[in-house]
Nanobody, 129 residues
C-alpha cells in the first residue's frame, strides 16, 4: 500500500491550494491520517490530522483558521484545503496514515511522526510573496 499525494504547486500569498492523499494498492484501513511538511533547511513538522471514524481534527497553531483537513470516505482519501497561504507555508507536504489495526493514538501522539507507518512521496507547495 502506498499513499499518493497530489495537488501541490505554485500559489501567490493569500491564495489557496488543495492537497489530496489517497492509498493505492490493496485495501488499507487507517485510524488517523495526517499531513506533515518540511521546509528547506528545517525539520519536518506536523500540520494537521483527522481521526478517520470520529472525524476529530487537529491543527498546528501556525495553520489553524487557514487550513482545513477533511476526509473523503468513499475514496478513503484525505484532503487539505489551504487558504490564505503565506510564504512560510512553502514546503514539501507529506501525508501519513496510521493502520487501524494498531493501538488507538492518544491526542498527544497525533502530532508525532513516529506514530504513522505509511507515508506519501511528498508534494511541493511554493507560495510566492
Amino acid at each position: 500500500v502506498q499513499l499518493q499525494a497530489s495537488g501541490g504547486g505554485l500559489a501567490q500569498a493569500g491564495g489557496s491550494l488543495r492537497l489530496s492523499c489517497a492509498p493505492s494498492g490493496r485495501t488499507f484501513s487507517s485510524s488517523v491520517m495526517a499531513w506533515f511538511r518540511q521546509a528547506p533547511g528545517k525539520e519536518r513538522e506536523f500540520v494537521a490530522a483527522i481521526r478517520w471514524r470520529e472525524r476529530t481534527t487537529f491543527y498546528a497553531d501556525s495553520v489553524k483558521g487557514r487550513f482545513t483537513i477533511s476526509r473523503d470516505y468513499a475514496e478513503s482519501s484525505v484532503l487539505l484545503q489551504m487558504n490564505l497561504l503565506q510564504s512560510e507555508d512553502t514546503a514539501v507536504y507529506y501525508c501519513a496514515a496510521r493502520d487501524s489495526g494498531r493501538n488507538r493514538m492518544i491526542n498527544s501522539q497525533i502530532r508525532v511522526q513516529g506514530g504513522y507507518e505509511k507515508w506519501g512521496q511528498g508534494t511541493l507547495v511554493t507560495v510566492s510573496s
